[in-house]
């Protein structure tokens, strides 16, 4: 088979990692894996220069996807300088390297609805950092639009492929399937994708290669509690167990969490010439799923 160009998928074991590189998406291209320990083609430390030089100069990929990040918000809170080396300085790593010795590699740099928290739906430019995993976040995007790349503020949720972390839906789909009792925020709002759709999205953007800074969530938005609701609804669960709380009264954050991280999702479409889907859509494709 003929690959048409190389992606370099960094951070590969993790979430969306996984996801990305099961063989269902980018499949005209060749991949190539990287974690830190996992069973991957590379196992790497983006906080150290010279193993980013060697991976880089060996592979010589043309799209770069970095997913590597500290995405514990608590812990980047209490470790900020742990925070700091993970999405800021591995960016940093990357792009010197592609600089100092003339990489044509094309960065894909997934960021986070976080950095917004202000009324209605952020356009691009609403940024309002409030903790300081946006800060770290939003020091990675700066770094990354200094050379050949896109950053793709985002949100996801789905089954995921590995078992030491869960995604939302993931903890939501055990809990109310134990009866066990959950508290949900009714007024943090976010319009995030399934985690299917948002590996489709990136493999659009790698196509396409627009550059720039991109909201990609879903079209309308929900609090975490209608999120929660709506999602029993579709599984056939009891919501009897589920308690709408105010994220202020959470006594077991750390960090302060943004209130509204709705984004408008306008200039991606118009840029990448797509229709997003509803939010309450990628709800009904995830539950089923779970459903399997």
Not at 110 to 124: C, K, L, M, N, P
Not at 174 to 183: F, P, S, V, W, Y
Not at 264 to 288: D, R, S
């Amino acid at each position: 088979m003929t690959f048409k160009n190389s992606v370099l998928v960094l951070g590969s074991s993790g979430l969306l990692g996984s996801e990305l590189v099961s063989g269902q998406y980018l499949n005209k291209y060749k991949i190539i894996s990287q974690s830190l320990k996992s069973l991957t083609d590379y196992n790497v430390d983006l906080q150290d220069f010279d193993q980013v030089y060697k991976m880089l100069d060996k592979v010589r990929p043309d799209i770069i996807i970095n997913l590597v990040g500290l995405t514990d918000v608590d812990h980047c809170e209490k470790f900020p300088i742990k925070a700091y080396n993970l999405n800021v300085k591995t960016v940093e790593n990357l792009v010197n390297v592609i600089q100092k010795y003339s990489l044509n590699s094309f960065l894909v740099q997934v960021s986070t609805d976080q950095v917004y928290d202000v009324e209605g739906f952020s356009i691009e430019k609403n940024i309002n950092l409030s903790n300081y995993y946006s800060f770290s976040k939003y020091c990675g995007e700066l770094i990354a639009a200094q050379t050949n790349s896109v950053i793709l503020r985002t949100n996801f949720f789905g089954k995921t492929k590995i078992s030491s972390r869960n995604s939302l839906t993931d903890w939501l789909y055990r809990e109310l399937a134990e009866g066990n009792d959950i508290k949900v925020f009714e007024d943090v709002w976010f319009n995030p994708l399934s985690i299917y759709n948002l590996c489709k999205m990136i493999e659009l953007v790698v196509e396409k290669k627009i550059n720039g800074v991109f909201n990609l969530g879903s079209n309308h938005a929900m609090n975490k509690a209608e999120f929660a609701f709506h999602f029993a609804k579709e599984l056939k669960l009891s919501t009897s167990k589920i308690k709408k709380i105010s994220v202020s009264s959470a006594k077991f954050l750390h960090a302060y969490r943004p209130k509204n991280m709705s984004m408008n999702v306008t200039k991606f479409e118009k840029n990448y010439n797509i229709k997003l889907p509803k939010l309450i859509e990628e709800i009904e494709l995830t539950a089923k799923e779970y459903i399997k």
